[in-house]
Nanobody, 124 residues
Framework: QVQLVESGGGSVQAGGSLRLSCTAS????????MGWFRHPPGKEREFVAA????????PYADSVKGRFTISRDIPKNTVYLQMNSLKPEDTAVYYC?????????????????WGQGTQVTVSS
């Protein structure tokens, strides 16, 4: 059983930056592919970014490509989402997820464990 705890959310003005962290416990972190999803107000949950078990595959949603960067620190059991040039449309609850699949990609059903979410609010 994997427990995931997100942190780093908050309120920021458009153009600003935030770094989200997701720390895993309860299993060998390096055995999991990881992903970030978000749930904007009034919309469906959507894929943001993922990182494969090896770290070599890092797909991004088109809406965040070039602005967001996903990375992982194996010794710290932590995956990060660096968010730059934030826009009001990035406002959402952001969720970290872990997958037993080596390259989990964009599909939520590929992920086995989810964190509780952290709120990101971007004001114009």
């Amino acid at each position: 059983q994997v427990q995931l705890v997100e942190s780093g959310g908050g309120s920021v003005q458009a153009g600003g930056s935030l770094r989200l962290s997701c720390t895993a416990s309860g299993a060998t972190f390096s055995n999991y592919g990881m992903g970030w999803f978000r749930h904007p107000p009034g919309k469906e949950r959507e894929f943001v970014a993922a990182i494969s078990r090896s770290g070599l595959s890092t797909p991004y949603a088109d809406s965040v490509k070039g602005r967001f960067t996903i990375s992982r620190d194996i010794p710290k059991n932590t995956v990060y989402l660096q968010m730059n040039s934030l826009k009001p449309e990035d406002t959402a609850v952001y969720y970290c997820a872990a997958s037993r699949t080596a390259v989990p990609g964009r599909t939520p059903s590929n992920y086995n464990y989810w964190g509780q979410g952290t709120q990101v609010t971007v004001s114009s």
